[in-house]
């Protein structure tokens, strides 16, 4: 009779489980708010933190040369990038809103409204781009 040693052995299947979780600590977790945060000096001293700024405009433009760039500008006035043909975009910042962009060796003078702009280069002269 096999019958009765396959019952014992799935009695002992379905109660394995139940013994493991017996064996658990069930007594509830209190989180309370006093508790001692290693951090909270650190946050509470923190500086302010300063969302970069959001992309306003993507233009391409064709420059007198010829060429054609692609350049990001931020919503700060004060930045942006510029899409070499290959590689990575590179940063252009301004010392203040309305003044001319710089990074990499490119110079920028213009802002996402306009239709033209003034690109300079590195190793060109400055040139006049359009949209």
């Known amino acids: 009779?096999?019958?009765?040693?396959?019952?014992?052995?799935?009695?002992?299947?379905?109660i394995m489980p139940l013994l493991a979780l017996a064996a658990c600590n069930s007594k509830p977790t209190a989180i309370h708010p006093d508790d001692d945060d290693d951090m909270k000096t650190a946050v509470a001293n923190a500086a302010p933190v300063t969302l970069p700024p959001s992309i306003l405009a993507t233009k391409t433009f064709r420059c007198a040369?010829?060429?054609?760039?692609?350049?990001?500008?931020?919503?700060?006035?004060?930045?942006?990038?510029?899409?070499?043909?290959?590689?990575?975009?590179?940063?252009?910042?301004?010392?203040?809103?309305?003044?001319?962009?710089?990074?990499?060796?490119?110079?920028?003078?213009?802002?996402a409204t306009d239709s033209s702009v003034k690109i300079t280069e590195p190793g060109k002269s400055a040139q006049s781009c359009d949209e």
């Open 1 to 14: 009779m096999r019958t009765p040693s396959r019952m014992r052995a799935v009695t002992a299947l379905a």
């Open 65 to 111: 040369d010829n060429s054609v760039v692609t350049m990001d500008f931020y919503g700060d006035n004060a930045s942006g990038s510029i899409h070499p043909k290959t590689g990575a975009p590179i940063a252009l910042k301004a010392p203040a809103a309305g003044q001319p962009m710089v990074g990499g060796g490119y110079t920028v003078d213009g802002k």
